[in-house]
């Protein structure tokens, strides 16, 4: 035999071979899979509350819930949310802070000085007295104690925070029937 036709049969007999050992899907390997449980579904929804599935979802997901969420009542925008006031008088912005945390300061900036702090309220009111178009308002939430009243900060401080815009609201008139 010629050296180029031992070599062509051992090429043939290596592919022969790997395409053999290459079709994996007939037998599963038992040691290197996972087994998993199979619930039965009617005593999973039994026994869950939403709360309980949520937690579940949380615990799946890992970071994808924030350890600190923050709720402005009003109107979103591009540039923040939008919270109308009546003509003349305080304006005030709801805030919802959700947190497991037990721990936690809400703040409300006017042009990058705090107004007001809040700890450990997840529903917060914030009040301006006198609301102006022209000022830049922030609230946010840290874990820590940024300052008080009168301090300046930066909004990077906070863990979270939203834009607020006060927009001087219609007043109402009184339909007379």
Same mark, same amino acid.
């Given at each position: ?5 031992? &070599?062509?049969? &051992? ?33 999973? $929804? ?45 304006? $005030? ?85």
């Amino acid at each position: 035999m010629s050296y180029k036709k031992l &070599l062509s049969l &051992l090429a043939v007999s290596t592919l022969a071979l790997g395409a053999c050992g290459a079709d994996d899907t007939e037998e599963p390997d038992t040691e290197d899979t996972e087994q998993t449980e199979q619930a039965d579904p009617e005593e999973e $929804t039994a026994d869950s509350s939403s709360q309980d599935l949520i937690n579940q979802a949380k615990d799946d997901s890992g970071e994808a819930f924030p350890e600190y969420g923050l709720e402005v009542v009003g109107t979103w925008t591009t540039e923040g949310y939008e919270v109308g006031y009546a003509p003349g008088e305080a304006a $005030t912005v709801p805030v919802n802070i959700i947190s497991e945390a037990e721990e936690y300061n809400a703040y409300l900036l006017e042009d990058g000085v705090i107004s007001e702090v809040v700890s450990d309220t997840p529903e917060i009111e914030f009040t301006v007295d006198s609301p102006s178009a022209d000022a830049e308002y922030v609230v946010g939430v840290s874990p820590e104690d940024l300052g008080e009243a009168g301090d300046e900060i930066n909004e990077e401080d906070f863990v979270r925070s939203e834009k607020i815009s006060l927009v001087e609201a219609e007043p109402e008139e009184d339909a007379e029937e």
